[in-house]
Nanobody
Framework: QVQLVESGGGLVQAGDSLRLSCEVS????????MGWFRQAPGKEREIVAS????????YYADFVKGRFTISRDNVKNTGNLQMNSLKPEDTAVYYC??????????WGQGTQVTVSS
């Protein structure tokens, strides 16, 4: 079975940094696009960033450009999201996902990120 497990969430103050990790098991991740999504209470899930299978291409939502960095390590079968200059509006459950052709087939359980002011 394919599993994606996020870690690294927590409670921080505005301006702080967090690094989220996503460990993939049961499948080699090197042929899949990886993405990070977030969902705040009462809001729709939204994409935060994505990275191509080789790691050479990335996408960022406008609200995180210049603050967040997505990366992956295909040898370790992991993905990461470095989050700097966090804002209270970044508070959400963050999910990693994996898929092909623009569709995300596999999802992690999510990790809570809370940013206080």
């Amino acid at each position: 079975q394919v599993q994606l497990v996020e870690s690294g969430g927590g409670l921080v103050q505005a301006g702080d940094s967090l690094r989220l990790s996503c460990e993939v098991s049961g499948r080699t991740a090197s042929t899949y696009t990886m993405g990070w999504f977030r969902q705040a209470p009462g809001k729709e899930r939204e994409i935060v960033a994505s990275i191509s299978p080789s790691g050479t291409r990335t996408y960022y939502a406008d609200f995180v450009k210049g603050r967040f960095t997505i990366s992956r390590d295909n040898v370790k079968n992991t993905g990461n999201l470095q989050m700097n200059s966090l804002k209270p509006e970044d508070t959400a459950v963050y999910y990693c996902a994996m898929g092909t052709g623009g569709l995300y087939d596999y999802w992690g359980q999510g990790t809570q990120v809370t940013v206080s002011s």
